[in-house]
């Protein structure tokens, strides 16, 4: 017989039920008659099985209930008590889980009340507010059972004020957190006044580093600028002295040396090519796009003939080693003897007194340091400029490769299959908003404009010399409708799209 405690208990659990007969049961034969199989297994596999758990029992069950049997009241009471008195057992383990700490709870410790607050929300619901009706239910379990009534009260209150941001320690919480963190932040201001820093206006450039970091004035032209610099900083980027000086000395009076000085050290870090060395330090040296074919061979050739007179990259702990000062002397004073046997081979025998003067003379031309003009090719005794060629800038930069490299800012060169596979919908993002002419949706010029890009993109993608400004493609292009003035507005929707 169900005491008054498990009737509450199931009728909270389940409003519908009946103690006379059992509803569900009933509705699994009507669907079952009516040729619902699906819905009637569903309805035995859910509600039915889980109100009565034993399989034996809920078959025996369903066969009294078919067959009318007397017997089926006996069963459905039996079956009932039992699940009365599970559901007072989950009831009072729940009770239990969610009032286990709050005795412990200090309510003037926020911390404390956080962190058991975010505990039983993330037991109960990820929903707050359900989180709310949910204890609630328990505490008028906790009342019905007279089982930890009290805890299950203050459990709820917890849960309620919390997610309502009503409890008064979180409001003192964040006014605590807000004044720590500006008195943090005043030290900060205080610490970085106090801080000491360098008066860059105080310090003073010795002419010799001055000189080692700039270059002469007569050194006009862009490309021997590049090249220029990149013979003076070749063989001092492995050198930290040299680089705090440069470094130092660009702050000082806002000038690029300095990024020049790292251009050439993070590309012989990296064993970058030349070419790709000298694109870098010429990107530093002129602001904007520049490039002019006459240049860029002028360039090559000029730092092809330059480059041997650089000496070989000397680690960090061979460059401070000194030089032996006698090694030196007798390697100078085999020289000397080996001009002497030369000179005198070619010279006409004289008086002993002329002889000496004379050899003497040929020695000091033959050892003297000659200053080398910048940029020239020695061909036996004679100095021989190269030739000044006009200059021609051009809109596009290098190639297609080349200007993916500097808009991602990588050093390497993205695949160009991988490029390709994803290009076409950025050509057809920036035709869809640079078209001149009105026209249907489905007009074939875009399809047309689309491949005249995409085969340009492909034929000059490691060209280095491509102009899209003064091609036939762009003029073809705006023929069907379209303006495009740079080819780089496509390449900047790619690299969009694949970050």
Not at 178 to 206: A, G, M, Y
Not at 246 to 256: A, D, E, G, P, Q
Request: charge should be positive; aromatic fraction near 10%; proline fraction near 4%.
């Amino acid at each position: 017989m169900l005491s008054d405690i498990q009737k509450r208990i199931l009728t909270q659990e389940y409003p519908n039920i009946s103690l006379d007969s059992d509803l569900d049961v009933e509705r699994y034969f009507d669907l079952r008659s009516s040729g619902r199989q699906a819905e009637a297994l569903k309805l035995y596999n859910t509600k039915i099985a889980q109100k009565y758990p034993d399989p034996e029992k809920r078959a025996q069950l369903i066969r009294l209930y078919r067959s009318h049997d007397s017997r089926f009241q006996e069963l459905l009471a039996e079956s009932l008590l039992a699940l009365a008195d599970r559901l007072i057992e989950r009831t009072k383990k729940i009770i239990l889980i969610l009032t286990r700490d709050i005795d412990s709870l200090r309510q003037d410790d926020a911390y404390s009340v956080i962190k058991l607050a975010e505990s039983l929300l993330s037991i109960i619901s990820p929903d707050r507010y359900e989180a709310i009706a949910f204890t609630e239910k328990y505490v008028r379990y906790a009342k019905v059972l007279d089982f930890r009534s009290v805890q299950m009260e203050r459990t709820a209150e917890l849960i309620r004020l919390y997610v309502t941001d009503n409890l008064v320690v979180l409001h003192e919480f964040r006014k605590e957190n807000e004044r720590k963190k500006t008195v943090k932040h005043k030290q900060t201001q205080i610490e970085k006044k106090s801080r000491p820093t360098i008066d860059l206006s105080t310090i003073v450039f010795d002419p010799a580093d001055i000189a080692r970091i700039c270059l002469p004035p007569q050194i006009t032209r862009t490309e021997d600028i590049v090249i220029a610099y990149c013979l003076k900083y070749w063989n001092l980027v492995f050198n930290p002295t040299f680089e705090k000086t440069i470094f130092l000395y660009s702050r000082k009076n806002k000038t690029c040396h300095h990024e020049i000085f790292q251009a050439i050290k993070n590309g012989r870090e990296h064993n970058w090519k030349d070419e790709e060395i000298l694109n870098s330090v010429l990107s530093n040296v002129v602001t904007g796009y520049y490039y002019s074919i006459n240049g860029d061979l002028y360039l090559q050739r000029t730092w092809a003939a330059y480059k041997d007179r650089v000496a070989a990259p000397i680690p960090a702990a061979e460059a401070v080693r000194p030089v032996k000062t006698a090694t030196y002397t007798h390697r100078r004073k085999q020289t000397i003897k080996r001009n002497k046997r030369k000179q005198e081979t070619r010279i006409a025998p004289v008086s002993k007194k002329t002889k000496t003067h004379t050899t003497a003379k040929i020695l000091t031309s033959k050892t003297a340091a000659k200053p080398s003009r910048p940029f020239t090719r020695t061909q036996g005794t004679r100095t021989i400029e190269l030739p000044k060629q006009p200059e021609r800038v051009l809109s596009a930069p290098n190639s297609i490769a080349d200007i993916i490299r500097k808009k991602t800012g990588k050093t390497y060169t993205v695949y160009k299959e991988l490029f390709f596979r994803g290009i076409r919908p950025s050509i057809r993002t920036v035709l869809s908003g640079s078209t001149t002419k009105k026209g249907s949706f489905f007009n074939k010029k875009q399809n047309e404009a689309e491949e005249i890009i995409y085969t340009f993109l492909f034929e000059h993608y490691n060209d280095p010399y491509q102009n899209w400004k003064d091609s036939p493609d762009r003029k073809q292009v705006e023929e069907l409708g379209y303006y495009l003035p740079e080819i780089e507005l496509v390449i900047e929707g790619w690299i969009k799209e694949n970050r």
